[in-house]
């Protein structure tokens, strides 16, 4: 599964892609708005940090004005994948710049049936808000789950990005769904490495190992 972080924030995408933990970026306007940054400087800044797509959305809800602004988004470098939302002016820009060879992002999706026309409008990546499912009492997962049955039955190419991502269970539970990729803020992602066996584990090497009295270097 790809990991994705869910952040316009230059330090924390620095430090994971240093990690190797990072195959690209999603952002949205209120990621953009929380960095206090020109929308279309820190996306250029992205771009050059990660070489997988980064998602940059559109704010248009007509279908003329979205690919007016897809022409600015989609200049800024090769791994931009433009953003649209789950509505048919989105699905019609998410044909034509699909058609054209942009990749596309098609979000704020939350139904199985959604997720099928983004398919077939030719998305790069679908992008399914578990946590906003679950905080509205239905359950994300199922959502993901429908969303892998009906792409494996058609062998649709669209990717399933699982977004809205709140917990370690959550990636867990779209790994083991077979989620092609998931976008999380990075903190979710830093959680992921935390066990407190492992912590206990290197107290115990670490009180044995001064008992040595030798140092490696
Ligand atoms: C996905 O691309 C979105 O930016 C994101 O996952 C939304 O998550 P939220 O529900 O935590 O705002």
């Not at 897809?70 to 058609?99: F, H, M, Q, W, Y």
């Not at 997720?115 to 906003?132: E, I, Y």
């Not at 990005?161 to 539970?173: D, G, T, W, Y």
Request: hydrophobic fraction near 45%; aromatic fraction near 6%; proline fraction near 4%.
């Amino acid at each position: 599964m790809k990991f994705f972080a869910d952040t316009a924030d230059i330090a924390d995408i620095r430090d994971l892609a240093e990690g190797g933990l990072l195959d690209g970026v999603t952002t949205n306007p209120s990621l953009i708005h929380k960095a206090g940054r020109n929308f279309l400087e820190v996306v250029a800044e992205i771009c050059e940090i990660v070489d997988g797509p980064v998602s940059a959305e559109v704010v248009a809800l007509d279908y003329a004005t979205m690919m007016r602004e897809a022409e600015v988004i989609r200049k800024i470098a090769d791994n931009i994948a433009v953003k649209v939302p789950l509505t048919l002016d989105g699905l019609k820009t998410c044909k034509a710049l699909s058609d054209d060879g942009t990749m596309v992002n098609v979000t704020l999706c939350f139904s199985a049936n959604q997720a099928l026309l983004a398919a077939k409008a030719g998305a790069t990546f679908v992008s399914p808000f578990v946590g906003r499912h679950d905080d509205n009492g239905f359950d994300g997962m199922d959502l993901i789950e429908d969303i892998r049955t009906i792409y494996d039955n058609y062998d649709f190419g669209t990717e399933i990005l699982v977004a809205s991502v709140r917990h370690p269970i959550h990636v867990l539970q779209a790994a083991k769904i077979g989620a092609d990729v998931m976008t999380a803020p990075p903190a979710v992602i830093r959680q992921l490495v935390k066990h407190p066996l492992t912590d206990k584990g290197i107290e115990g090497f670490l009180a044995d190992w001064a008992k040595t009295g030798q140092s490696i270097c």
